[in-house]
């Protein structure tokens, strides 16, 4: 029943935007964390934002200044806006939840499938 729903995905060109939606459902939301993750082909998952419950954004060097993590705690969902996408930004994103007011945190109880997200140059 616990699920987290990934969307938003796609192919664009390096400069470009996306805005990445992960609806929650099945845990109350308004006590986790969320966090979005990324993982290319042959490279560790790693890490990109978490978003905790008193609204705290954290940002991976690497995206700082260009991805903006929000949330919407009446429709359960995170979304993750990636601006002036770069093709090192290609992978799959997957979002992630765990309980707790503060983040990131060590291990993250729900993932969602995730979506791809392909930046051409």
């Known amino acids: 029943e616990v699920q987290l729903v990934e969307s938003g995905g796609g192919l664009v060109q390096a400069g470009g935007s996306l805005r990445l939606s992960c609806a929650a459902s099945?845990?109350?939301?308004?006590?986790?964390?969320i966090a979005w993750f990324r993982q290319a082909p042959g490279k560790e998952r790693e890490e990109v934002s978490c978003?905790?419950?008193?609204?705290?954004?954290r940002y991976q060097y690497s995206v700082k200044g260009r991805f903006t993590v929000s949330s919407d705690n009446a429709k359960n969902t995170v979304y993750l806006q990636m601006n002036s996408l770069k093709p090192e930004d290609t992978a799959v994103y997957y979002c992630?939840?765990?309980?707790?007011?503060?983040?990131?945190?060590?291990?993250?109880?729900?993932w969602g499938q995730g979506t791809q997200v392909t930046v051409s140059s």
């Open positions: 992630a939840a765990v309980e707790g007011y503060v983040c990131p945190q060590p291990m993250y109880d729900y």
């Open positions: 099945g845990f109350t939301f308004d006590v986790y964390a």
């Open positions: 978003i905790s419950t008193d609204g705290t954004t």
